[in-house]
């Protein structure tokens, strides 16, 4: 079993910061690509930020200058620095990774539970 467990959402005013957190565990044999996704009612869920195991970073053109994301490829996390927020950030976030487990021979997603961010004055 693997499992993604996030933490750090909540709600801020527009213009502050938050940081969100994820966390692998479990069966992982090798994560190749983590990333945060978001998805509001009614809408796709979006990509928002990932990372290669190598440190290659990829940005939704929306949050780029505002979110930082990074990785600890030992510790099997993945974050994300969220800056200059703004009401249209608001979402459901989910941690996604790319990975293979040590019960499967291929390379597979896995997602976390979601954790909701609101920027609201």
């Known amino acids: 079993q693997v499992q993604l467990v996030e933490s750090g959402g909540g709600l801020v005013q527009p213009g502050g910061s938050l940081r969100l957190s994820c966390a692998g565990s479990?069966?992982?044999?090798?994560?190749?690509?983590m990333g945060w996704y978001r998805q509001v009612p009614g809408k796709q869920r979006e990509l928002v930020a990932a990372i290669t195991s190598g440190g290659r970073t990829n940005y939704a053109d929306s949050v780029k200058g505002r979110f930082t994301i990074s990785r600890d490829n030992a510790k099997n996390t993945v974050s994300l620095q969220m800056n200059r927020l703004k009401p249209e950030d608001t979402a459901v976030y989910y941690c996604?990774?790319?990975?293979?487990?040590?019960?499967?021979?291929?390379?597979?997603?896995?997602w976390g539970q979601g954790t909701q961010v609101t920027v609201s004055s």
């Open positions: 479990g069966s992982i044999l090798y994560i190749n690509a």
């Open positions: 996604n990774a790319k990975l293979y487990s040590t019960s499967g021979s291929s390379l597979a997603d896995y």
